[in-house]
């Protein structure tokens, strides 16, 4: 049964760096054509792709937000971890993390819920 | 970067009928779509990829279709359980999703 899960910090003042973990089972990110992504989604609004990494190691960014995202994992390959540089109140948001084999995110986290506030 | 411009943005809809929800990329995208359905406090969940594949477990009064630039997803028969937000996805290039269809009963 393939699960993934979302943690973060639940709320952080601006300026600061948000640290995200994806935490997965069931199944391997070492397995060839394997990604797992980070997307977000302000309350009422769509969905913004952010960042992947792939089997091979391989890293993916948003061109638009690429100088503050840095998307990782460890060594284990049973967790996926995305920093984010100087947020601010834009960056409040739903977090979610997904797994693809094909392009599109056939599992999805239940998403983390990240507010940036004063 | 793709854009994805999808329409209607809302739609309301009877039980039992047709409803047909469309993106149109700003380039061409090879058929790498995907569409998403969202029920209120809940993730995403994959509905069609590649454009017109039905993923695991999705009813088959969904269906997409599409090619090139233009795309559509086709609800037949309306159920009830079919309120929800529709997303669409392109991962030519990347991604990026469209601004979302909610879907309403009338």
């Known amino acids: 049964q393939v699960t993934l899960k979302e943690s973060g910090p639940g709320m952080l003042q601006p300026s600061k760096t948000l640290s995200l973990t994806c935490s997965f089972s069931?199944?391997?990110?070492?397995?060839?054509?394997?990604?797992v992504s980070w997307i977000r989604q302000p309350s009422g609004k769509s969905l913004e792709w952010l960042a992947a990494?792939?089997?091979?190691?391989?890293?993916y960014y948003n061109p638009s937000l690429k100088s503050r995202l840095t998307v990782s994992k460890d060594t284990s390959n049973t967790q996926v971890f995305l920093k984010i540089t100087s947020v601010d109140i834009a960056d409040t948001a739903t977090y979610y993390c997904?797994?693809?084999?094909?392009?599109?995110?056939?599992?999805w986290g239940q998403g983390v819920m990240v507010t940036v506030s004063s | 970067d793709i854009q994805m411009t999808q329409s209607p943005a809302s739609l309301s809809a009877s039980l039992g009928e047709t409803v047909t929800i469309e993106c149109r990329a700003s380039e061409d995208i090879y058929s790498n779509l995907a569409w998403y359905q969202q029920k209120p406090g809940n993730s995403p969940q994959l509905l069609i990829y590649?454009?017109?594949s039905l993923a695991d477990g999705v009813p088959s009064r969904f269906s997409g279709s599409g090619s090139g630039t233009q795309y559509s997803l086709k609800i037949n028969s309306l159920q009830s359980e079919d309120v929800a937000s529709y997303f669409c996805?392109?991962?030519?290039?990347?991604?990026?999703f469209g601004a979302g269809t909610k879907l309403e009963l009338k």
């Open positions: 990494i792939d089997w091979d190691g391989d890293k």
């Open positions: 997904a797994r693809s084999q094909l392009g599109a995110g056939d599992y």
């Open positions: 590649d454009a017109n």
């Open positions: 996805q392109q991962y030519n290039n990347y991604n990026t």
């Open positions: 069931g199944f391997s990110l070492s397995t060839s054509g394997m990604v």
